[in-house]
């Protein structure tokens, strides 16, 4: 008996602690992320990336509002850069009823543009950059995408 409760026990433990964060990108699967900056000149302003389970996309069209995206593939060491970016996704982000958290850009302060496809579900989220404005779970994941477009870009 004490074997039983002690096997329950660890997958218990394994199951709550798989559920903390992450996501799966698949063929089928993908994560767009990106900053958007309405007061500003140049191509930085817009960057919008898809990653796949084995490529980075980088949006030619750099349409503020996110609602129109082109692709083109980058180079696989860029890809090798961010793959782990799904390990940081916020879980709790999937079961959030809000899209929008905070004012994004507002304040002339930007904002973050998030896209998880899942099995043809598609969330998206649009999220304020002044973590004052964000939920606490939010902010390790907005650390990373803004690192992780930092490194592509350079």
């Not at 140049?42 to 990336?49: D, K, L, N, R, W």
């Not at 507002?106 to 904002?111: K, L, Q, Y």
């Not at 998880?116 to 304020?128: A, E, L, Q, T």
Request: glycine share 8%.
């Amino acid at each position: 008996m004490k074997k039983i409760i002690l096997i329950l026990f660890i997958i218990g433990i394994t199951i709550s602690c798989n559920n903390d964060g992450g996501i799966t990108i698949t063929k089928q699967n993908y994560l767009i992320f990106g900053h958007f900056y309405g007061e500003c000149g140049g191509e930085a302003c817009v960057e919008t990336f898809k990653l796949t389970d084995q490529k980075l996309f980088e949006d030619t069209v750099d349409d503020y509002s996110g609602q129109h995206m082109e692709f083109v593939e980058l180079e696989d060491a860029k890809f090798e850069q961010v793959k782990d970016l799904v390990n940081f996704f916020p879980y709790r982000l999937l079961h959030d009823t809000e899209t929008v958290f905070g004012c994004p850009d507002c304040a002339d302060g930007g904002g973050l543009f998030i896209q998880y496809s899942n099995n043809g579900n598609v969330k998206s989220w649009r999220i304020d950059q002044d973590k004052n404005n964000v939920p606490s779970y939010l902010h390790e994941f907005m650390n990373k995408v803004n690192v992780k477009i930092e490194l592509i870009n350079h």
